[in-house]
């Protein structure tokens, strides 16, 4: 079988460094890998590491081996380029589709996916420039992933980091897994609720849920690899970050609401993964709870959590959001699954049935997505990737 052909570019970032593992991923799991860096990458790492790392000839300009055409063949038979890292620089070249060296070239005669990791100081990446070429480019149906947050080259940190190479290889991974299809939320903002949320009853207590948040991060990987720009809001994960998305970490159902709600405001799809309570301590003890000889325990007095996505779903900031929620239930799992979505107005209801060892901390799911036009689609048991394929599937349709 042929090996999948995948371009590395390199542009000129300090993090050049971190694409050599990059290649290295590709390389040992099967992947032909041209690399095409920028002359200013080369400051940073030699002509000689990403040669003898793909085992193919390197060069950053048209004039070399002009009798093979490089500067439009290596484009057309890519089967995926990506650009780790991208700089602010190279990506206003493609936006404009400036064409002064190999790889902006290559970007011009590419018809594959085209996914861009860039790596920049956090003033570049938030400059109206950066943003309007990230935008164009992303519209154009480029996979411009989210720079991480973290250190920077030197004292500074914030967002600007490239992702783990780890991470951008198997967003890659997924991007080519999907063959020649269009990165479907290319252009599009998605915001993912995961994990549980957690309330406190004193500073060392909360009621809290057994959601582990990892059917919410893949469907942010998901979301990634098909082109999205993606927030996830994270309830007490303990999982890594998922590269490529912006995360925003919150604690208890208020806290959800508010940061789901300010992301929401610009967001073409919101999916409700987290497990958010529906119920918190009417008060907070600042002192912890002490337990008297002799004494009853003190009755636990609940409020009611405001339901976000009954929120979300009858709020909308625009006609066209689409609002997916999850339900996870016990018993009755479809004829409760059609109630609650009637309940709470959302386009697309998840139902998985929960229980002592389903859904819950594990790799894989089950489900049927119930929609409001009165489809049902069954997923079977298998990755939590397939279930978010199948919901970002239908929330495609719906855009359309
Ligand atoms: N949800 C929410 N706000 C809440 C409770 C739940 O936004 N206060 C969302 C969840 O994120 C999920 C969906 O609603 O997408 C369904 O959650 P579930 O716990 O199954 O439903 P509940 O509304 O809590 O109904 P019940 O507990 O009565 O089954």
Known sequence: MKKPQVVLGVSGGIAAYKACELLRRFTESGHDVRVVPTESALHFVGEATWSALSGHPVSTRVWDSVEEVPHVRIGQHADLVVVAPATADIMAKAAHGLADDLLTNTLLTARCPVVFAPAMHTEMWEHPATRENVATLRGRGAIVIEPAVGRLTGVDTGKGRLPDPADIFEACRR???????????????????????????????????????????????????????????????????????????????????????????????????????????????????????????????????????????????????????????????LANGHAKLARKGCDLLVVNEVGDHKAFGSEENEAVVLGADGTETAVPYGPKEDLAEVVFDLVVDRFS
């Open 175 to 333: 991007v080519l897994a999907r063959g020649a299809a269009a990165p479907d939320l290319a252009g599009r903002h998605v915001v993912i609720s995961a994990g549980g949320t957690r309330e406190p009853l004193d500073p060392v207590r909360y009621l809290g849920n057994r959601s582990s948040g990892k059917q919410g991060y893949a469907l942010a990987r998901v979301a990634v690899a098909r082109g999205a720009r993606v927030t996830l809001v994270a309830a007490n994960t303990a999982l890594p970050d998922p590269a490529g998305a912006d995360v925003v970490r919150v604690g208890t159902a208020v806290q959800l609401r508010e940061a789901v709600l300010k992301a929401a405001a610009e967001a073409d799809a919101v999916v409700m993964a987290a497990a958010v309570a529906d119920f918190r301590p009417a008060r907070y003890m600042t002192g912890k709870i002490k337990k008297k000889d002799g004494e009853e325990p003190p009755p636990l007095e609940l409020v009611r959590n405001p339901d976000v996505l009954a929120e979300l779903s009858h709020d909308r900031p625009s006609a066209g959001q689409i609002v997916v929620g999850f339900a996870a239930e016990t018993d009755d799992v």
